[in-house]
């Protein structure tokens, strides 16, 4: 059974920093990320790695301050994220996909529950 679970849930200020942790189980991937869904608005693209090149994609609205890496011993993602912002405020979704990238919405095969981070101004 593929299981996703996301940990490293905060509420922070201005300017903080923090880390998004995603542990994989049941079967390898492809390509692991992340997507976080604001308050009352849609799910949107965050992050993406390539499990096997280590290559990294960033939305435009974190490039330069949120860092995505991998683990690949220990099956897990991570999402460095510096200079939060309040409009980063959002629940933050680990995705997987088994064959293909992670674009948008619709790419992941995989979803993991969802962790909320709360920046405050």
């Known amino acids: 059974q593929v299981q996703l679970v996301e940990s490293g849930e905060g509420l922070v200020q201005a300017g903080d920093s923090l880390r998004l942790s995603c542990a994989a189980s049941?079967?390898?991937?492809?390509?692991m990320g992340w997507f976080r869904q604001p308050p009352g608005k849609e799910r949107e693209f965050v992050a993406t790695?390539?499990?096997?090149?280590?290559?990294?994609d960033y939305a435009d609205s974190v490039k330069g301050r949120f860092t995505i890496s991998r683990d690949y011993a220990a099956n897990t993602v991570l999402l460095q994220m510096n200079s939060l912002k309040p409009e980063d405020t959002a629940r933050y979704f680990c995705?997987?996909?088994?064959?293909?990238?992670?674009?948008?919405?619709?790419?992941?095969?995989?979803w993991g529950q969802g962790t909320q981070v709360t920046v405050l101004p």
């Open positions: 790695i390539r499990w096997d090149s280590g290559y990294t």
């Open positions: 049941g079967r390898t991937f492809s390509s």
């Open positions: 995705a997987a996909s088994q064959f293909g990238q992670l674009v948008d919405v619709s790419s992941p095969d995989y």
